[in-house]
């Protein structure tokens, strides 16, 4: 801009013609506009820049607009940042601001996201992308185990200055000669026309070039970037440098001195330039050695943490797509007010990384002040460099290599050693889209090359700790868990063993969990009150991605809890979470809890099959199969009932039931031809050393048994837990035997609870039964207002790879096994037996009317009814609704917004309590519940919520019940065709 008199007048109007903006003055200035209630300059005071490369920001300021006054005490103006409330009310930070200073840069360097296991090679992303501290980015380059996607933090209340610079250089293969990046941040205060980083509309520029290249060989892409160095070494004091080419330059710009020198980088306004000599308005700070970089490719960026927003992400937003799958991407924690941030091992303050103790008095969380562990967790999709072959599913006559070289983009740079996936059921695609944890990954399949027993996949005295991040507490401290999807096209599952959290986590009412699903760019502030659970138990504890081939690739990782004192790991302050002393165990099982014992077998049920009438196969698209049957599937079963099971009958996943404050003996018998076998209910309370049922980390023994052994798995249903459902797994072989079948759920219901048969009144609460009325004792305090409810549990499983992913061909239809309770109800089987796509959901033959195979829920008009949503083995994340009804997305919150469909996948539990069986006006009939991801509810993935009249005999009225009494009466036969609602 210029002044022409006393006005000011913008940059030259475009020349060029554009479709979307043509100006009536070409080529001349306009004048600026100011706000007349404000002084503010008005927006947008920018032209169009049409090819070419929008200016910085005025001396790169990082809050121009909010913050334009920036002066020296003396008044004359400064190249540096405002301070903190010097532009009054307008300011950004306001004064008496925290500060956090943060120099940043973006550097390209071979990361180890995986080290050699046995003769297997480590995984190594050669042209890996980082954003690193520039005063730790030699120790980093120096060492592997320090090369993560950079995490800083800030407090609440602190003003952060951000400057950034880049030292990836132009190169053909990944950005095309033209290297830029920014960093884009989510969710917290900032100037957006130069603090963004996304240059959108009339904004600022907010994108470097690399400042280490001096000169370019090539005229493709992007023109060198106006760099130079010292040519004589200058002192501190000194106002004047040589350069080899100040000509690019002129007066007033700001200069980066020292853009690579640790100790002495800083920024000059230039007063004058003669031939090669470059006088600035104030002298310099630093020495500078000769050869020192000089440049105008820098950016400063400021942010304001007004509140307890905790993770805050941040990612490059010029070159993403090319940098994120190499670790372009990075997280600002916001703490406490007050915090300050220590290496567990030493105490010493840090000033960046994925774990951390964060010492404060203030609270982090509902009933939760004071110190913790801190462990950012980064989940990403999209790496290649941990993909799995996929070979079930792909187009015929398409070799492996030809589609993995297929595959290739600029982006998605295939490694040189590709497994084959520990999941061999995946479906479509060639191949696994990649992932990890932090940029690291501890991949299955690399594990198995080394060691082929799948039930000591785990083991740390087999294979070592994983390369992921391995956070330490000793017993009873705080553990908080960042949790963050930094990239890039699929949605994923958290899932931590033995500990628990409250997904909003401030609110004491909130149901507690341990897996949630996440988007990408989505984040939690996951808050474990006691490190070893509600009954302070030692051990190794899992935590991994729940979708099956997420987890396989490696994703997972460990928590190590510790009852003793190690000299590499330093006490919170006052000791663990306020304690002066480790805080004892306490027995799983308190004294006095009452004790429900389990008779389970694991057996072969290689008669399964999903649908008695329909083939054992059904062709979709791309000769790709929905499958149903399982000729190897295993399923847990109660030992009673383990005869009748080996007979034919149709069998539905274990559920078995207890009550808040019930101590579970779990005797497993292993009843399969081959293979090891384990119970594993890790949400509720256990010993991670007896009852994990997997065999993790340093933990002692063997927690699988062989064909013919036996083993019992001890868990106690915590009051501290709540009414929280458990999903259960095999880990004698969970990469395989989950999705085979072996898994069933332990659900918690009111302390005192009966569970009945719905319609025979037969008291189940010893039973296998995915259905039961719950029958609550209203004598027990708390339950003075509850009522009586339907119960219903739903498994459902998928494993297609390729659908609503960017694989080619794009399919349209889900393949592989897929289904609810080991049953699914396929619309074109259905289109085979009469229905049309029209009248899908009602009988297919008119006169001889057929319920889907697919669980059929029941309920009375006005019953409470609580669905419990199993992700028993998933591939993908998926969409569970009923319809025409609502339920809050948390049970027992007072004022919860009311949702009709909820997301969920692989290991994550959903509870979907419905105030009113047949909506708020109580109307019977027939719903659909089902997947709302189409194609997966075209592949058999829905059912029926039949809501009967009132009165109606079928089912026994829950008022009034008690468990063990009267049977429902059947109505004559028409009775029992319902039309479904959305038929109607």
Known sequence: ???????????????????????????????????????????????????????????????????MIHQEENGERTAEPAQPGENGRWSLCPENAGRKFYNV???????????????????????????????????????????????????????????????????DYTNFQSSKINTHFHFIQFDNQSSDGVITGMSYEQ?????????????????????????????????????????????????????????????????????????????????????????????RQRFWADVDVGTVFWHDHAFGATTWPHGGFGTLLIEPVGSTYHDPRTGKPIRSGPIADIRTVEPVGYGVNGSFRELMVQV???????????????????????????????SFQMPEKIYMTPMPFLNGGTHTTGSGLNFRAEPIAQRLAGNPEASQLFNSAVHGDPDTPLLRAYVGDTM?????????????????????????????????????????????????????????????????????????????????????????????????????????????????????????????????????????????????????????????????????????????????????GDCLKVNLKNKMKAGRASFSAISLAFDPKDSLGANVGNNPGDQTIGPGESRTYTYYADPFLGEISSLVWDWGNVMLNPRNGLFGAVVIGPKGSKYRDPKTGEDISQKNSWVADVIIDRTIQGNETRVNYRDAALFFQDEDNIIGTSFMPYVQNVAGLTGVNYRSEPYKYREE???????????????????????????HAGDPVRIHVFGANNEQNQMFSVEKHEWPIEPFMKGADEISVVEFSGSETIDAFIGSAGGPYRLPGDYVWSNQRLPYSQSGQWGYLRVLPAADQRLLPL???????????AQHPEAATVMPVASK
């Open 380 to 410: 990403h999709d999209t790496v290649p460099h941990t993909v799995n072959i996929v070979t079930a599913g792909n187009p015929p006559g398409q070799p492996v290599e030809v589609a993995l070289e297929a595959g290739k983009t600029v």
């Open 833 to 859: 037996t009469g229905c049309s796509l029209g009248r899908m959901f009602q009988p297919c033959v008119a006169d001889k009317p057929e319920d889907p195979v697919t669980p059929l829920i029941e309920a």
């Open 105 to 171: 840069h973006f550097i390209k360097l071979p990361i180890t996201m995986a080290k050699q296991q046995g003769k297997e090679p480590a995984v190594v992303d050669k042209t890996g992308l980082i954003y690193v501290l520039h005063e730790e980015e030699a120790a980093i380059r120096a060492k592997d185990d320090l090369k993560y996607p950079l995490v800083v933090r800030a407090n609440i209340y602190d003003c952060v200055d951000w400057i950034l610079t880049s030292e990836w250089e132009d190169d």
């Open 1 to 67: 801009w210029v002044w022409k008199g006393h006005r000011a007048m913008t940059e030259k109007e475009s020349t060029i013609d554009n479709p979307k903006y043509k100006s009536t003055t070409p080529g001349e200035r306009q004048a600026i506009l100011f706000e007349p209630t404000t002084g503010k300059v008005a927006w947008p005071h920018l032209r169009p820049h049409f090819g070419k490369r929008v200016m910085f920001s005025p001396n790169h300021n990082g809050a121009p607009w909010l913050e």
């Open 959 to 969: 008022s009034g019940a008690v468990a063990g009494v009267k049977k429902a009466e």
């Open 480 to 660: 908080v868990f960042r949790l963050l999807h930094t990239l890039m096209n699929e949605t994923m599952t958290w899932t931590l063993s033995g500990h628990t959290f409250l997904t909003e986590r401030y609110a004491g009412d909130a149901n507690r969990k341990n897996s949630i699903h996440i988007g990408i760019a989505e984040r939690y502030d996951l808050v474990v009150p006691q490190a070893g659970g509600p009954r302070l138990q030692a051990g190794d504890y899992i935590h991994f991605n729940g979708r099956a081939s997420k987890f396989s690739e490696g994703a997972w990782g460990l928590i190590r809890v510790l009852d003793k004192e190690v000299p590499d790991l330093h006490e919170l302050p006052a000791g663990y979470s306020g304690r002066n002393e480790i805080p004892k165990p306490q027995p799983v099982c308190p004294h006095g809890a009452p004790v429900k014992s389990f008779n389970v077998v694991a057996m072969d049920y290689p008669s399964m099959k999903f649908n008695p009438k329909a083939p054992e196969a059904i062709e979709v698209d791309f000769e790709r199969k929905i499958q149903i049957s399982n000729p190897e599937a295993k399923i847990y079963t109660l030992e009673e009932e383990a005869s009748k099971v080996a007979t034919g009958l149709q069998p539905m996943p274990l559920t078995l039931r207890a009550n808040v």
């Open 207 to 299: 994108s470097v070039r690399p400042f280490t290249m001096l000169s370019k060989k090539t005229n493709k892409g992007l023109p060198a970037p106006m760099n130079s160095a010292l040519t004589a070494a200058v002192k501190k004091g000194a106002a004047s440098i040589t350069v080899k080419n100040a000509a690019q330059y002129h007066v007033n710009t700001e200069l980066l001195v020292g853009a690579d020198n640790v100790q002495g980088n800083e920024v000059g306004r230039i007063k004058e330039i003669k031939g090669n000599t470059i006088t600035f308005y104030k002298p310099l700070k630093n020495n500078h050695p000769a050869n020192d970089i000089v440049t105008v490719e820098f950016v």
